[in-house]
T-cell receptor, first 114, second 113 residues
Framework: EAGVTQSPTHLIKTRGQQATLRCSPISGHTSVYWYQQALGLGLQFLLWYDEGEERNRGNFPPRFSGRQFPNYSSELNVNALELEDSALYLC?????????????FGPGTRLLVL | GNSVTQMEGPVTLSEEAFLTINCTYTATGYPSLFWYVQYPGEGLQLLLKATKADDKGSNKGFEATYRKETTSFHLEKGSVQVSDSAVYFCALLYGGATNKLIFGTGTLLAVQP
């Protein structure tokens, strides 16, 4: 069974630009989660999508946004990039979140903002 | 609020040594508890989990027991290998409307031959 996949693996942008990160969940998983792993800040929850809807959002500004497509894949968009957005962005997926379900992570997209 | 506290690293051990990484949590109710591992340059891999008090999660020689009375979920392994060198994250999760993992800060383990 294929795991969670993310693209691109690395992304280099300059301040003020926009970044788009992509995630494909494990087959049969309808929930997708985004986390940010910034140096010195640990892993922080960003967004949760389920069945195409945003279900929960972490403490991040509105320039962090995303969506989930009918095939359950997801995009994370970061607008007006700032230097501190440089981080590893991890996507995770789980089965329908009717109960506590284990989240499985992808390899991440490393975003560098210059 | 809900939080996870892990022992600070790095933890440096010789091969075949005994490993303990402490993890305690603060939470209302009964969250599920997880250990994830991150090898150099990679994403997170689920190592083990426990969903209720007194459950023991185990995988690849690692074990952790969900202790409600001490709000702890310490990770142990009897004999570490060089290949176990990685960052280990303890995390808790509630289902329902929140459904987000809350992570500890991570503990770097370095195993020397």
């Amino acid at each position: 069974e294929a795991g969670v996949t993310q693209s691109p693996t690395h992304l280099i942008k300059t301040r003020g630009q926009q970044a788009t990160l992509r995630c494909s969940p494990i087959s049969g998983h309808t929930s997708v989660y985004w986390y940010q792993q910034a140096l010195g800040l640990g892993l922080q929850f960003l967004l949760w999508y389920d069945e195409g809807e945003e279900r929960n959002r972490g403490n991040f500004p509105p320039r962090f946004s995303g969506r989930q497509f009918p095939n359950y894949s997801s995009e994370l968009n970061v607008n007006a990039l700032e230097l501190e957005d440089s981080a590893l962005y991890l996507c995770a997926s789980s089965k329908p979140a009717l109960a506590v379900e284990t989240q499985y992570f992808g390899p991440g997209t490393r975003l560098l903002v210059l | 609020g809900n939080s996870v506290t892990q022992m600070e690293g790095p933890v440096t051990l010789s091969e075949e040594a005994f490993l303990t990484i402490n993890c305690t949590y603060t939470a209302t109710g009964y969250p599920s508890l997880f250990w994830y591992v991150q090898y150099p340059g990679e994403g997170l891999q689920l190592l083990l989990k426990a969903t209720k008090a007194d459950d023991k999660g185990s995988n690849k020689g690692f074990e952790a027991t969900y202790r409600k009375e001490t709000t702890s979920f310490h990770l142990e392994k009897g004999s570490v290998q060089v290949s176990d060198s990685a960052v280990y994250f303890c995390a808790l999760l509630y289902g329902g409307a929140t459904n987000k993992l809350i992570f500890g800060t991570g503990t770097l383990l370095a195993v020397q031959p």
